[in-house]
Nanobody
Framework: QVQLVESGGGLVQAGDSLRLSCTAS????????MAWFRQAPGKEREFVAA????????VYADSVQGRFTISRDNAKNTVYLQMNSLKPEDTAVYYC??????????????WGQGTQVTVSS
């Protein structure tokens, strides 16, 4: 069992940067692959990025490749999502997720409550 709490969301302008954090408690953080998903109003939840247990490898959605960076600090039980060059279409509730294998599918075992990111034009 692991509990996830996201933070760092907010209202920014197009072109700005924002860093989201997700802190885990419970079972050993380093045994979980981590991911970020997002859900815009009226849309399905979509994959954003995922990172392996060690942080050595990461994958990204095409829509954020080159603008977003996922990273993790296993000593702090935290995964980050650095978001640069934000666009209005990045507006969504962002969720972190944890499971034993990193993947793009929306079936992770554990989820946070989400943090709102709003990008104004």
């Amino acid at each position: 069992q692991v509990q996830l709490v996201e933070s760092g969301g907010g209202l920014v302008q197009a072109g700005d940067s924002l860093r989201l954090s997700c802190t885990a408690s419970g079972r050993t953080f380093s045994t979980y692959a981590m991911a970020w998903f997002r859900q815009a109003p009226g849309k399905e939840r979509e994959f954003v990025a995922a990172i392996s247990l060690s942080g050595a490898s990461a994958v990204y959605a095409d829509s954020v490749q080159g603008r977003f960076t996922i990273s993790r600090d296993n000593a702090k039980n935290t995964v980050y999502l650095q978001m640069n060059s934000l666009k209005p279409e990045d507006t969504a509730v962002y969720y972190c997720a944890a499971d034993f294998v990193a993947r793009r599918s929306n079936d992770y075992a554990y989820w946070g409550q989400g943090t709102q990111v709003t990008v104004s034009s």
